[in-house]
């Protein structure tokens, strides 16, 4: 009988408890369910939501939401399939916001019709947080939450219309600022076709409100590029184009650790000021491995004419300073003017633009761009096949290559070499009255047809202010070339000697003033042209060539009373009238003489000083 009695006993305990612990579980059930609906009764003001399940697992303190669905306006906005809260607390409002020590979002889907995308997941620890379904910062826009702290979020697969983002790892979030950011697979659409890929992207300290506030119209410019980027940026394996071209690739680019932009101008609509910004960004912060960008399109529309771009080219871009520039293949059609010109192949080495960005980048950057040009060194530079077109009243020329050098030594000393090959110029002549007019002896020896080349050599060390020219010359057509080979001394280019006003005539006229020849060998290679001028010379006065040659001898005389220090002078100018071919003049002035002094000893006879000689053949 008490046997009996005990069993009975405990069977109503056992009921009395499991009834208690299912009246327990299903009010705990019916608070999660009513703090689900009062999450979705909170929400801003054209937004509603309805949810599926809900469920709360004692054991593990998860919370289950399923079929989460928003819609704002009327129209569906976003759905979420489930929703997985661990350990949470809190009523997701900015004054008692959600705890959790974990957070996952499975199948996100956006409906917005100008901006749908896909989400597979997003896992977020520690998470800090309160509901923010219009999307006011960039997490938020992702996944509905304004996030205030969360030590990881990771987000997997993500796709939209403007591209795919395969995995993103957030770490040590604080208030939209990220300690460090992982992200792989980056994929940016550009309309129907082309994209830029990134494998994958590395950040430090990245503020992410920063971003957007940077977008934002109207925003500081300025200040939000340096709060945006107070830390590291990495892009690796860059590339864009249409799916299978080969496109444009970028190595790798990071921006480093910005710690000197405190001094950073802030900028309203100052697209100067932002551009000044971005400049010393770049001579601070930027570093590029490698770029090779090719051309999709043949010409680009700029503001005031077509730019065509081939191939460019760059390695080692780091503090404004470019190991190697190469672009090919490019051009420039201006809607001004209409003149034109192309660049088959131009590269540089070594160059240090960090001077002209710094001159860029001050609070308001600097106008005289030709000054600010002259702080750009560069130690290798290489021109090939460049052509202008000017206007119908400009000159056309070409250039087949330039060469050029500078060697950087101490206190900013330099010594340039510039090399120039076939710089041609359509000489105008007399069927071509509307640039210039030749005289009218000239047009018929020279032709319908006279191209002007030019080959230079030379190399200018400032700090001996000299100047060699190893070689000048000067082709016309084929009738012959002049070469000069001299060396000029007292070059002074500084600004504190005086008399330099940064006008480049006005200095051209100040240098040639100053500079001293010390030696010259002025060569002249004959074809036809000595030939042409004495046919010539015959037609016009009725006469026969030899008459002209031998008129021409009865006035050397002349030349040994001019140099009676070369005793064959008569001699060597009667060997080339016999045989034009080849004259050469030597200049050994016993000093240096003033280029003004030289023109005046040639204008008045005088040639003591300079003592030249001749030479034939």
């Not at 996952?104 to 998470?127: T, Y």
């Not at 110029?425 to 002007?452: F, K």
Request: hydrophobic share 45%; net charge negative; charged share 20%.
């Amino acid at each position: 009988m008490k046997a009996r009695s005990l069993t009975k006993l405990t069977l109503v305990v056992v009921l009395v408890v499991a009834a208690v612990l299912l009246g327990g579980y299903y009010a705990i059930q019916w608070r999660a369910q009513r703090a689900v609906e009062d999450a979705l009764a909170r929400l801003p003001d054209g937004i509603a939501g309805t949810a599926g399940r809900t469920h709360y697992d004692i054991f593990g303190r998860a919370l289950t939401v399923d079929n989460l669905a928003l819609v704002r306006g009327g129209q569906p906005w976003l759905d979420v399939a489930q929703i997985v809260l661990v350990q949470p607390n809190g009523r997701g409002t900015p004054s008692d916001p959600w705890q959790a020590e974990a957070l996952a979002l499975n199948g996100i889907v956006g409906r917005a019709p100008d901006a749908p995308q896909r989400v597979s997941r997003v896992v977020a620890r520690d998470l800090l947080a309160y509901a923010d379904p219009a999307g006011g910062t960039p997490l938020a826009a992702l996944t509905g939450l304004r996030v205030l702290k969360a030590a990881s979020i990771e987000v997997s697969d993500l796709a939209s219309a403007e591209g795919v983002l395969g995995k993103l790892q957030l770490q040590g979030i604080t208030d939209g600022k990220v300690a460090a950011l992982s992200a792989s697979g980056i994929t940016i659409q550009d309309g129907a076709e082309a994209a830029t890929r990134i494998a994958s992207a590395d950040a430090a300290d990245l503020d992410l409100d920063g971003l957007v506030a940077l977008l934002g119209q109207g925003s500081e410019k300025g200040g939000e590029v340096r709060r945006l980027l107070a830390g590291n940026i990495v892009l690796r394996d860059i590339a864009t184009g249409k799916s299978g071209d080969q496109g444009d690739h970028v190595g790798s680019i990071e921006l480093k650790g910005w710690q000197a932009s405190t001094a950073l101008p802030t900028c309203s609509d100052d697209e100067g000021c932002f551009a000044a910004a971005l400049a010393r960004m770049a001579v601070e912060a930027l570093v590029v491995t490698d770029m090779d960008l090719q051309s999709t399109d043949d010409e680009h529309d700029a503001a005031d004419g077509q730019v065509q771009l081939g191939r460019l080219a760059l390695e080692r871009f780091d503090a404004g300073k470019i190991g190697l520039f190469d672009m090919t293949d490019s051009g420039f059609v201006s809607n001004v003017d209409g003149s034109s010109f192309g660049i088959r192949h131009l590269k540089t080495e070594n160059a240090d633009l960090s001077a002209l960005l710094q001159a860029q980048s001050a609070d308001h950057a600097s106008n005289d761009v030709e000054r600010d040009l002259r702080q750009v060194r560069i130690s290798n530079a290489l021109l090939e096949d460049f052509s202008y077109r000017g206007t119908p009243d400009g000159l056309p020329f070409t250039i087949a290559r330039i060469e050029a050098s500078n060697n950087y030594g101490a206190d900013d000393a330099v010594q340039t070499r510039l090399a120039v090959r076939h710089l041609i110029v359509p000489m105008p002549t007399s069927e071509q009255p509307q640039i210039m007019d030749l005289p009218p002896m000239a047009a018929a020896i020279i032709g319908a047809q006279a191209d002007l080349a030019v080959d230079l050599d030379y190399s200018f060390e400032p700090s001996k202010q000299a100047l060699d020219i190893e070689r000048l010359r000067v082709a016309l057509n084929d009738a012959g070339a002049l070469t000069l080979k001299t060396r000029l001394e007292g070059l002074d280019m500084s600004d504190d000697t005086g008399g330099l006003v940064d006008n480049p005539v006005m200095d051209g006229l100040t240098l040639l003033q100053r500079a001293r020849l010390t030696d010259a060998v002025l060569r002249f290679d004959n074809q036809t042209l000595v030939d042409r001028i004495i046919e010539r010379a015959a037609t016009d006065n009725g006469i026969k060539p030899d008459e002209v040659r031998l008129g021409i001898r009865q006035q050397l005389p002349v030349l040994a009373q001019l140099m009676p220090w070369q005793t064959d002078v008569v001699d060597q100018m009667e060997a080339f009238l016999a045989k034009p071919q080849v004259l050469t003049l030597t200049l050994r002035p016993s000093q240096p003489v003033t280029l003004i002094d030289l023109a005046a000893g040639v204008m008045s006879g005088g040639l003591d000083e300079l003592q030249p000689t001749l030479k034939a053949n």
